[in-house]
């Protein structure tokens, strides 16, 4: 079935400085990669997602990229503040199922 | 709108016993989903029905069952708890399929003692 890997586990930043998790998969057919952020104790919630026909997309201070071709996604956030901390799962659509990453744990020190 | 729901919020049961995690979702979604969460293990699915009356098994479907008993229902049964179900367990639910977003319910803390 489909592998997703994450990096980093962890990731500490400074407010105001930028955050890059990043993703890796194993299935070539798959053209659905959602993040979901999940604040502590709280459930998963879609942040933003991305399909195959596209290389890029933004919301606010949130972007993903896709490199179809080395199969790699990536989670960009700018301006990092406080209510950014949390934990971000990237998932790929692959196999007939949505497999998750072990997520990342982002700590936002103001 | 409630969304997605689950009950209970909170059960601690022994080894052996048995019980039944319910979920509902109010949007009219056709797919829903039951995934555990481990620490360090992201969120791992257990079963899912992709419309009503069907079910699939997932990743991890060993000791478990599911029913879906209508389009807004989605129960999960563990029939003799062991201490490797102690988890966190969310349901979800999609409107068609994979590539629709998938909202989640708010979750169940299961300890198996």
């Known amino acids: 079935g489909e592998n997703v890997e994450q990096h980093p586990s962890t990731l500490s930043v400074q407010e105001g400085d930028s955050a890059v998790i990043k993703c890796t998969y194993s299935d070539s057919a798959s053209n659905y990669f959602p993040w979901y952020k999940q604040e502590l104790g709280k459930r998963p919630q879609l942040i933003i997602d991305i399909r195959s026909n596209v290389g890029e997309k933004k919301d606010q201070r949130i972007a993903v990229t896709l490199n179809k071709t080395a199969k790699h996604f990536s989670l960009h956030i700018t301006e990092t503040q406080p209510e950014d901390s949390a934990v971000y799962f990237c998932?790929?659509?692959?196999?007939?199922?949505?497999?998750f990453g072990k997520g990342t744990m982002l700590l936002v020190s103001p | 709108n409630a969304g997605v729901t689950q009950t209970p919020k909170f059960q601690v049961l022994k080894t052996g016993q048995s019980m039944t995690l319910q979920c509902a979702q109010d949007m009219n979604h056709n797919s829903m989903y039951w995934y555990r969460q481990d620490p360090g293990m992201g969120l791992r699915l257990i079963y899912y029905?992709?419309?009503?009356?069907?079910?699939d098994k997932g990743e991890v479907p060993n000791g478990y069952n599911v029913s879906r008993l209508n389009k807004r229902e989605f129960s999960l049964r563990l029939e003799s708890a062991a201490p490797s179900q102690t988890s966190v367990y969310f349901c979800a639910s999609s409107e068609q399929g994979w590539t629709d977003t998938q909202y989640f319910g708010p979750g169940t803390r299961l300890t198996v003692l």
């Open positions: 029905s992709a419309s009503e009356g069907t079910t």
């Open positions: 998932a790929a659509e692959g196999y007939s199922t949505l497999t």
